[in-house]
């Protein structure tokens, strides 16, 4: 890759001062890879973007990097465009980390991804929006937002024990977040956090990562909400802990598949993360694809490669790689 190793632009959302804990997290993620790079070797720098495009692939063509190196998340703070960016540098030729366009809007929209998953055979809880036909499911519910990510709206009252409750639980996440929201079996089993890195455009699937939720209430949802990733003070962020441990080798392979089939049907590239449970049965249900999770030194992608035996420079290098190549 010596021959590429000229410039890069490490590319994010613009960031306010009313910013979110999860938005703020970005600038620092783009500041961190962005020093990873300078200490490869590359000339690095950051650039932010909003809905002015056309300005940022000017600056972008003036800059002239060997690659952009795709941090964002979202645009003017909505979720839903996290696909725009891709399109466009994709559109103008330029070179950029992760997954294209295509691949980012597939998954990211939750319902879509849940209908590319059943088209591939991948196991995922089902799923209802009000309006739609009432599931014929006597079920626990979690209400999510179709678009945002980073565990946004999901606390204790997103968890609900009925279908008038999951209903009034999207209006009320409406009316507090904005955007649109859907309920969505929820599958009472071991978490998964399921890295995957391309290595030699290869996807390499890093050690699996449990989820754990240590002295909970009874009453109390087992899930990885906002406060336990974002809120050092919440008691939920050092009750939730990951950890790396040996799978049955039946359980194993069965989350290693699906984790695969996932990037072959979304056509992911770079790296992945891939969020699962695992029922009584052991079948593993996948949650959520995200085509662009953290690389921040403290996220569960940096602790995979860590139990992986991959430094977080090699990691990112490896990313690079695959934009470049």
């Known amino acids: 890759m010596s021959r590429f190793r000229q410039s890069v632009l490490v590319l994010h959302e613009s960031i306010g001062d009313d910013a979110r804990a999860d938005e703020v997290d970005t600038l620092e993620q783009a500041q961190y890879v962005a020093g990873v790079m300078r200490e490869l070797g590359w000339s690095a720098s950051c650039i932010a973007t909003n809905l002015d495009l056309a300005t940022t692939i000017a600056t972008v063509r003036e800059k002239n990097p060997a690659c952009v190196f795709n941090l964002v998340e979202s645009l003017n703070g909505d979720g839903s465009l996290v696909h ?16 294209d366009s295509d691949a980012t809007f597939l998954s990211s929209h939750k319902l879509l991804a849940k209908q590319v998953m059943r088209l591939n055979d ?4 089902v799923a209802f929006q009000p309006g739609e036909p009432k599931p014929a499911l006597n079920s626990t519910w979690i209400v999510k937002s179709v678009w945002e990510h980073a565990s946004l709206g999901l606390d204790d009252g997103c968890v609900v024990n009925s279908l008038s409750a999951a ?5 009320h996440c409406r009316a507090q977040f904005g955007g649109n929201w859907f309920a969505e079996q929820f599958i009472d089993g071991r978490e998964f956090n399921v890295s995957i890195l391309e290595i030699d455009r290869k996807p390499r699937v890093l050690p699996i990562a449990e989820m754990t939720f240590i002295d909970y209430p009874r009453d109390k949802p087992k899930i990885v909400g906002y406060a336990a990733k974002w809120d050092e003070r919440a008691p939920e962020y050092s009750a939730t802990s990951r950890s790396f441990v040996e799978l049955p080798r039946t359980e194993y392979t069965a989350i290693v598949d699906v984790v695969q089939k996932c990037w072959s049907a ?22 959520e694809v995200n085509a662009n999770p953290c690389l921040s ?9 860590h139990e992986a035996s991959i430094t977080m420079p090699a990691a990112i290098e490896h990313i690079v790689a695959a934009a470049v190549h």
Request: hydrophobic share 50%; glycine share 8%; aromatic share 8%.
């Open 84 to 99: 725009i960016v891709p399109a466009v540098l994709r559109s103008a030729g330029i070179r950029f980390t992760g997954s």
């Open 122 to 125: 991948i196991p995922t809880p």
């Open 167 to 171: 209903r009034a639980r999207v209006d």
């Open 266 to 287: 979304f056509n992911m590239r770079g790296y992945a993360r891939v969020d699962i449970r695992l029922d009584a049965n052991g079948v593993p249900w996948v949650l």
């Open 297 to 305: 030194p403290d996220a569960g992608f940096a602790a995979a490669c």
